[in-house]
């Protein structure tokens, strides 16, 4: 590790953070356990990503993120209803239920189950930070240069090496 490295495009990153929202912790990577991600590759939120910038291992900061630098506002039109029979007999129909969909272009998308009723599930494309102001307190734990293929990849999660069996389910870039 390099003490003249600072978090900048290519570089893996260790983040220790703590995620508030609404004044209640949401999220949380320990300084033994860091997130690590190579930067300047859309691996992180766009505002946090640039509050990182140029920081040092040790550095620590609290940043704080408007929605539309992190999911963006909430869009109510992003709630819809599906036709029941769109799901399987024994997929549970369950409040806040996470459902993986795909449009009709192959485009994987998250959403969560609002309601139902015996002919439609209504569910929320929005994320659920979306509409959300956010606030990390952050440390950066460990600073390396991204290897060749890292930064081919865009990350530093290669042949699938987060353990997911589908990426566009679990949100990692990995290949």
Request: with cysteine.
């Amino acid at each position: 590790m390099s003490e003249n490295l600072t978090v900048g495009k290519d570089v893996v990153v260790g983040l220790a953070y703590t995620l508030y929202v609404e004044n209640a912790v949401e999220d949380s990577a320990s300084t033994a356990d860091p997130l690590e991600y190579i930067h300047g590759h859309g691996n992180l939120i766009s505002g946090l990503e640039k509050a990182l910038e140029g920081m040092k291992v040790g550095d620590k900061k609290q940043v704080t993120v408007e929605p539309e630098e992190a999911y963006g506002e909430y869009d109510p039109e992003q709630v819809v209803e599906l036709d029941r029979s769109l799901f399987p007999a024994e997929f549970p129909i369950e409040k806040g239920r996470l459902v993986p969909l795909e449009d009709d272009e192959g485009n994987h998308m998250h959403s969560y189950i609002q309601d139902w009723t015996d002919d439609t599930v209504t569910v929320d494309l929005n994320s659920p930070m979306a509409g959300k102001t956010l606030v990390f307190d952050c440390e950066i734990v460990s600073l390396r240069p991204g290897t060749e293929e890292e930064i081919e990849a865009g990350s530093i999660y290669l042949d699938n090496g987060c353990g997911c069996d589908d990426c566009s389910s679990c949100g990692h870039h990995c290949h």
